[in-house]
T-cell receptor, first 110, second 115 residues
């Protein structure tokens, strides 16, 4: 059974700083990872996916994957109050479903 | 290009009643997934369907819950004889292919409250 672990937080970061969110996974065979953002009372919204070791950048967001250490991270540069949300890490659990971590609640303080 | 649609957005039921949740996938998507999110928890997989077929229902409770995705019309998640513990947000997601190869896009969810 695949497991994905996240620190539930809350994680507080001052506006303009870098927010770093981490996720570890149990199955060394996991190949792809997804980061979703979920505002309170809303649905998850895909913001990044990563398949290869290393970094993937998209605007202010950078996803990092280290398969040897079995962790995935999401960096948010120049954090804005609008980035305050819960961030969910997920990986396919077999071909049919996504296995989610419990999410990290991020608060950006103005 | 409409996204995943779910209705109703909010549903209130009394204990013992039935709840029917509907999901229309994105255009061109033939894979539908249902997830449940209890308060302050992550999303848990319930069931994966393609048209007229249940592919994986390993996350579905054995009793009272059922799902279908008919040839015509939306996917339906049905909960019979609801109990207070069924109160949660139920999200539907769709993808054009299986998630190992493609991303899933989520609908707005149905928030079920059981009184």
């Amino acid at each position: 059974q695949k497991e994905v672990e996240q620190n539930s937080g809350p994680l507080s970061v001052p506006e303009g700083a870098i927010a770093s969110l981490n996720c570890t996974y149990s199955d060394r065979g996991s190949q792809s990872f997804f980061w979703y953002r979920q505002y309170s009372g809303k649905s998850p919204e895909l913001i990044m996916f990563i398949y290869s070791n290393g970094d993937k950048e998209d605007g202010r967001f950078t996803a990092q994957l280290n398969k040897a250490s079995q962790y995935v991270s999401l960096l948010i540069r120049d954090s804005q109050p609008s980035d305050s949300a819960t961030y969910l890490c997920a990986t396919p659990g077999g071909a049919q479903k996504l296995v989610f971590g419990q999410g990290t609640r991020l608060t950006i303080n103005p | 290009n409409a996204g995943v649609m779910q209705n109703p957005r909010h549903l209130v039921r009394r204990r013992g009643q039935e709840a029917r949740l509907r999901c229309s996938p994105m255009k061109g998507h033939s894979h539908v997934y249902w997830y449940r999110q209890l308060p302050e928890e992550g999303l848990k997989f319930m069931v994966y369907l393609q048209k007229e077929n249940i592919i994986d229902e390993s996350g579905m409770p054995k009793e009272r819950f059922s799902a279908e995705f008919p040839k015509e019309g939306p996917s339906i998640l049905r909960i019979q004889q609801v109990v207070r513990g069924d109160s949660a947000a139920y999200f539907c997601a769709s993808s054009p292919r299986t998630p190992a190869r493609d991303t899933q896009y989520f609908g707005p969810g149905t928030r079920l409250t059981v009184l």
